[in-house]
């Protein structure tokens, strides 16, 4: 056989070797490389959104969290992992419409302890990844804001005999965005109602009224809480007033108290004061240590690419 024959037989197989290994190597193992969570530090109950690619359009893939105690990133401490969805690209508890490879996942997380969870995507078609979310459960944030009559106009003002609202801004735990999210099995949402019994307002400064010390709001939409058509006793011109709005973390035992003040016919500019002053974690997105190589079983396809090289210039030298 002549020896450029020879050389473009080597040069063949050598080539369908390459795309064996790509074919084999590199398209299984490159699926789910991505888990990303958002944030990836919360509070017991806030909602984290859940990405990762796919091995396979359409396919489905489970969410499981694994509370990891002596924080080494691994399920070594003799816990357990729980289930959190399955999870359809572009179908059952998929947060878009159509099939990308990728699915956007929102959990809801349940009261857990504080400390360091191991977030786990099962890919059937390709590797399983794990990504590291913390929770701190940090206090609520409370902004309270009393408004009179007008409530274009009339903050920090109430008017004897006249109705007047109180409204809070809450931050520091995300319960409050999920009122009507689709509920599931393991994704179970939130009752509203409960929501409404984790806030209270005193208002009996305003009111007169003893029964108003622990008054539950009338209305809980993100991201505030409100009373609203409350009338105010008789009160002396020019004096200040206040409210004392009181909200508890899901995670319990979490209890922020902040007071909000107004003038009587004359609007006062207070700051509310609170005894709340821890912040929550920033958010930052994670991906899984296992990512760091788009591509696993590349450098084996340099490997054989130049070893056909060298075959190809001993031919040459024959």
């Known amino acids: 056989m002549p020896r450029s024959a020879h050389a473009m037989i080597l040069l063949l197989l050598s080539a369908i070797a390459v795309l064996l290994i790509v074919s084999t190597t590199i398209s299984p193992t490159s699926a789910t490389t991505i888990v990303q969570l958002q944030p990836n530090t919360v509070s017991s109950g806030d909602r984290v959104y859940l990405t990762a690619n796919l091995a396979r359009n359409a396919s ?7 509370a990891d105690t002596n924080k080494n990133g691994k399920d070594d401490d003799g816990g357990s992992w729980v289930k959190i969805a399955n999870v359809t690209d572009g179908g059952a508890n998929d947060g878009k419409n ?14 857990l302890p504080s400390g360091q969870y191991i977030v786990k ?28 009559p007008n409530i274009a106009k009339d903050t ?14 809450v931050t520091g735990n995300c319960r409050l965005c999920h009122t009507t999210d689709k509920p599931t099995a393991q994704n179970p949402g939130v009752d509203e109602q409960k929501v409404k019994n984790a806030f209270s307002a005193d208002l009996s400064g305003i009111t007169g009224l003893s029964t108003d010390t622990a008054v539950a709001p009338d209305y809980v939409k993100h991201p505030l809480v409100q009373w609203i058509g409350i009338a105010s006793k008789t009160l002396a ?21 902040s007071t909000a003040f107004a003038g009587v016919n004359k609007a006062v500019n207070i700051p509310p004061t609170s005894n709340e002053n821890s912040t929550q974690g920033a958010a930052s997105s994670a ?32």
């Not at 489905?60 to 694994?66: A, E, H, K």
């Not at 390709?126 to 408004?147: D, F, Q, Y």
Request: no cysteine; proline share 7%; aromatic share 10%.
């Open 60 to 66: 489905t893939v489970t969410l499981s969290y694994y």
């Open 121 to 148: 995507v099962e890919d059937p078609y390709g590797p399983t990844r794990t990504t590291i979310l913390t929770v701190n459960n940090a206090k609520l944030k409370l902004i309270p804001t009393i408004v009179g």
């Open 156 to 169: 920090g003002l109430v008017k004897p005999g006249e109705q007047f609202s109180v409204s809070t801004e």
């Open 98 to 111: 159509t099939s990308t490879g990728f699915i956007n996942f929102q959990w809801l997380t349940p009261q």
């Open 287 to 318: 991906q899984s240590s296992g990512s760091s190589n788009p591509l696993p079983g590349f450098e084996a396809v340099f490997a054989v690419v130049g070893l056909t090289f060298v075959a190809y210039l001993v031919t040459r030298r024959r």
């Open 237 to 257: 011109d020019n004096q200040t007033v206040n409210v004392t709005v009181i909200g508890t973390n899901p995670a319990g035992n979490l209890t922020t108290q």
